[in-house]
């Protein structure tokens, strides 16, 4: 295994951060990059790049890592340090207010023109071009901040890969995950070996999260050569919502690093017999079916039904009760779904999103992330 160091845009004198990624197996075959806790305060990710890289070096001992698998075991040295008032701040940025999970530049234009002149019939060959064009075309692109040069490293280190994985959480939350339309075919092995209850489907969902400047390049590119040069999908890029933020375990953990070294088997970058694919215990779901649950008065929030739970529409999912009035306001799900996430802050301030619960039909439209 082999420790790069990369060193992110010193924002002052005296201060420079770094990021650290380990690198198993060989280029040139299939590759895979896993990357942990971009949103710095959401920590299941980091412990299972913990247990991955304890079942990594243990393979590569063996002999058995046939691909080129990258780990970023903490994604966000910027995030990690950000403390206000004994409280980790990890999902935005200080300065300037951004989600550290939004705004990856978008390279599909340049790379593409760079491309293609090389482009033919040959898919797999149009992959490579394709790839070579974006890694030159993210790696030149400006960073004049720290956070752009944070972005453009994660960027450098994954964008032409076969398989990107993003470690985060939600508050309260079962197993599940984020990905493109077009990635789903693929996903379905993952979703089976990490148990997820449910895989959000959306294509561009809006402000260009990790995992989808990843694979939408992919589709773009088909859609713009569609007719003249056959371009796949050639990235499954997945967020993996690793259950809720105190879900910190090593049981948990130790067995979602064990699912996804036996997802990287399946796949072929680690060699042997993968272990037999589990039964799916969830399905996929459009994104804009996913219902954010809101109060609409303020008060002491206290849930009637847990995550997970399947749910009918009008069904009661927590009570917001006022301290002065004792007025109680029921928050109900509007459709039938999966009671997947909650808040687990206790206070609900009017107008704040508590819950979500996953339909199967898409009603919402626009921006489909939250902040
Ligand atoms: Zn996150």
Redesign the pocket.
Known sequence: MQIQKHLLLSPAPGTQRELLSLHYGQTGGPKAYIQAS??AD?LPGMLVAHHLRLKLNALQAAGRISGEIILVPMANPIGLSQYALHMHMG?FEATTGENF?RHYPDQIDTAALAAEPELGSDAARNVQVLRRELKKAVTAAEADTELKSLRRTLMALSCDADIVLDL??DAQAVMHLYTETPCWPECEALARYLGARVTLLAQDSGDSPFDEACSQVWWKWAKRFEDRFPVPQACLAVTVELRGAADVEHGLAEADAQNIINFLCHRGLISGAAAPMPAAVGDARPLAGCMPIKAETAGVLTFLRQAGETVKAGDVLAHVICPLSGAVAELKSPVDGLFFARDFVRFASAGMKVAKVAGREALRSGKLLGA
Do not use: T
């Open positions: 971009l949103h959401e999902r999970n985060h959480c």
